[in-house]
């Protein structure tokens, strides 16, 4: 059974870092593709960034691009999402996915194993 653990959520001013963590087990993941989703109030969960988890390929929203960076770490099977220049509108609840496959895709629905979410809040 896949288990994600996100960490890492809080509170930050505007402009400021965060740095999410999303530790895997359960499986092998050399063959899935991993993926950074938030859900603020009262609107849709959205792609952020995504990972190729064999070729370490990485994929952003073009919101987020320039200003996050995916990454992940093998040997500890955990996927990263460092989060500079934070903006108000960055807040929501942070959620880790993964699929079964190398190709990774903006699509929730295509990812059926989910963390629990991190609470990220950005003030003004």
């Known amino acids: 059974q896949v288990q994600l653990v996100e960490s890492g959520g809080g509170l930050v001013q505007a402009g400021g870092s965060l740095r999410l963590s999303c530790a895997a087990s359960?499986?092998?993941?050399?063959?899935?593709?991993m993926g950074w989703f938030r859900q603020a109030p009262g609107k849709e969960r959205e792609f952020v960034a995504g990972i190729n988890w064999r070729a370490g390929s990485t994929y952003y929203a073009a919101s987020v691009k320039g200003r996050f960076t995916i990454s992940r770490d093998v040997a500890k099977s955990t996927v990263f999402l460092q989060m500079n220049s934070l903006k108000p509108e960055d807040t929501a609840v942070y959620y880790c996915?993964?699929?079964?496959?190398?190709?990774?895709?903006?699509?929730?629905?295509?990812?059926?194993?989910w963390g629990q979410g991190t609470q990220v809040t950005v003030s003004s």
């Open positions: 359960g499986r092998t993941f050399r063959s899935y593709g």
């Open positions: 996915a993964a699929r079964s496959s190398v190709v990774v895709t903006s699509t929730a629905n295509d990812y059926p194993y």
